[in-house]
T-cell receptor
Framework: DTGVSQDPRHKITKRGQNVTFRCDPI?????LYWYRQTLGQGPEFLTY????????KSRLLSDRFSAERPKGSFSTLEIQRTEQGDSAMYLC????????????FGQGTRLTVV | QKEVEQDPGPLSVPEGAIVSLNCTYS??????FMWYRQYSRKGPELLMY????GNKEDGRFTAQVDKSSKYISLFIRDSQPSDSATYLC??????????????FGTGTKLQVIP
């Protein structure tokens, strides 16, 4: 499978616990995005990498959220001290940096905080 | 006011009907326009991608962009039950940092009834 891969697909955690999600982009794509999607809403931008550099973070990304992309390959999104409001689908997308912004999404990680 | 407005539906049509999905936007800086299809509990899948005003056709799908009216449409001809999904419009512009930033609509839920 040469598409964007996300792991895990589902995560249930207790409030206050830390969780980490992984995204493996399409191999030649140097841009990587994280989005959050709640029920009935479109994806909301969280953060964006160009290779290993994190170029932009949304105001939605509180101090409890951290994202990394070591070596410009896979990326991780960590949420510390999870809250019930963090329950959502976390989507990763990747694209090339040249040309337009045609982005391809993974299947997402669905987080439920209980 | 949101930058991108999209009627959430749901939209219910009989099989074989022509479907029209629409989005309006307020920021004239948007340059690239995209339509994604999202099945339940899956990541968005890119359907159509356009840059300029006018029409772009791909099989049963036609994307239309009217920059003067800040209005984009997706038409689906001969709709099939397998087209039942949520359709997200998305558009991108260069942000203050010089990078393309994508903004999504909230999505329109479509149901095609056999």
């Amino acid at each position: 499978d040469t598409g964007v891969s996300q792991d895990p697909r589902h995560k249930i955690t207790k409030r206050g616990q830390n969780v980490t999600f992984r995204c493996d982009p399409i191999s030649e794509h140097n841009r990587l995005y994280w989005y959050r999607q709640t029920l009935g809403q479109g994806p909301e931008f969280l953060t964006y990498f160009q290779n290993e550099a994190q170029l932009e973070k949304s105001r939605l990304l509180s101090d409890r959220f951290s994202a990394e992309r070591p070596k410009g390959s896979f990326s991780t999104l960590e949420i510390q001290r999870t809250e019930q409001g963090d329950s959502a689908m976390y989507l990763c997308a990747s694209s090339l940096s040249t040309g337009g912004t045609e982005a391809f999404f993974g299947q997402g990680t669905r987080l439920t905080v209980v | 006011q949101k930058e991108v407005e999209q009627d959430p539906g749901p939209l219910s049509v009989p099989e074989g009907a022509i479907v029209s999905l629409n989005c309006t936007y307020s920021n004239s800086a948007f340059q690239y326009f995209m339509w994604y299809r999202q099945y339940s509990r899956k990541g968005p899948e890119l359907l159509m991608y356009t840059y300029s005003s006018g029409n772009k056709e791909d099989g049963r799908f036609t994307a239309q962009v009217d920059k003067s009216s800040k209005y984009i449409s997706l038409f689906i001809r001969d709709s099939q039950p397998s087209d039942s999904a949520t359709y997200l419009c998305a558009m991108s512009r260069v942000d203050s940092g010089g990078y393309q930033k994508v903004t999504f609509g909230t999505g329109t839920k479509l149901q095609v009834i056999p």
